[in-house]
């Protein structure tokens, strides 16, 4: 997975002298850098800490929280904008607080991603900057602060705050920006929800465990309360464990939250495992991701379970499963999703 922005900044992190923010999100999961002494790293992507730790980095893992970092103590803030524009928005407002009179905004993307706009806006809130067009798409942006105080505050809807986003008949969902599709029910989920009996069926009795992997705010996690059995949920978006645990708390579910990349560090196993899994890492299809969720499922599906798992019609996720799992059986699709069962050999 390339990424032609972020080389862009890579420099201004390797020459950085004094303390300096290097805000970090799935888009740089295959980077790798000499650490910096003076570089802080924050992310809100559970793999990519691990990954930034594992290198030596001072890495720091929430859902883009910044108050660790006092007001105007930076020097320089580097960033590779996110996919989410609200996510991006709150960054840009956070880099704003925290740099000194003086400290730059290093931000780099493509056009169709937004940078322009973001560039904008920025030196609207900082005061001074300017772009190079580094090829045909892909842009270059150094920002300057000069403004002690501005109004130019850019719209990021509260981003921290969980609210009441979207609503079923069933349950009213808390989320928040941050979480993947967090303002709406996802069709692909809630197609699963609609056929699971479809799935528990074809087990020899009734699951007594259930696995949400990639939970999200929670949806396929609280759809699963009516079978009265305990529900373990995980995901490694900080911003997605926020707003599951608060879904967790509102109703009557005998559940746990955990942080954690594709199930990593859980050691139980699970009659039921239920999975929409995404396929985007940042800007970019990545095949790859949806092989270690199907593995993840592998390693963590009792003998004689089942995992359940709704994708786009596009991703082979049959062939995938090949490698893993006896079964791997696509048992219904409406033409935009297929539900597939996976099973081992009993």
Request: glycine share 6%; with cysteine; hydrophobic share 35%.
């Amino acid at each position: 997975m390339s990424d032609s922005a972020f080389p862009l900044l890579a420099p201004y992190i390797k020459s950085a002298k004094a303390k300096s923010l290097w805000l970090t999100d799935e888009n740089l999961l295959d980077t790798n850098l000499q650490p910096n002494e003076s570089v802080i790293c924050i992310t809100n992507r559970l793999d990519l800490h691990a990954h930034l730790q594992k290198q030596g980095w001072k890495a720091f893992f929430s859902d883009y929280d910044l108050s660790i970092i006092e007001d105007n103590s930076l020097e320089r803030v580097v960033y590779r904008v996110s996919k989410e524009k609200l996510v991006t928005h709150h960054l840009i407002n956070e880099a704003y607080r925290c740099l000194r009179v003086g400290g730059e905004l290093i931000i780099a993307g493509d056009k169709n991603e937004g940078i322009k706009t973001y560039f904008s806006k920025a030196k609207k809130l900082l005061g001074m900057g300017e772009t190079s067009k580094v090829d045909r798409d892909t842009w270059l942006a150094q920002l300057t602060k000069i403004n002690e105080s501005s109004e130019q505050r850019l719209d990021d809807k509260d981003y921290h705050q969980l609210r009441a986003s979207c609503a079923d008949e069933n349950f009213e969902y808390q989320s928040k920006p941050g979480v993947f599709g967090w303002d709406k029910v996802d069709k692909g989920s809630a197609y699963l929800i609609e056929n699971l009996d479809s799935f528990l069926m074809t087990l020899p009795e009734p699951p007594k465990s259930a696995l949400d992997l990639g939970c999200g705010y929670g949806y396929l996690s609280l759809n699963l309360t009516h079978l009265d059995i305990p529900v373990t949920a995980t995901d490694n978006n900080a911003a997605a464990i926020r707003a599951c645990e608060r879904n967790f708390d509102r109703y009557p579910i005998d559940g746990k939250v955990i942080p954690a990349s594709c199930a990593q560090g859980i050691s139980e196993k699970f009659d039921l495992i239920v999975c929409n899994p995404p396929f985007h890492a940042g800007f970019s299809i990545d095949g790859d991701l949806t092989d270690r969720f199907v593995k993840a499922a592998h390693d963590r599906l009792h003998k004689r379970g089942i995992a359940c798992f709704v994708t786009n019609m596009h991703i082979p996720i049959e062939r995938k499963a090949k490698k893993y799992f006896h079964q791997a059986e696509c048992i219904m699709s409406n033409g935009n999703f297929k539900l597939v069962r996976l099973s081992h050999k009993t």
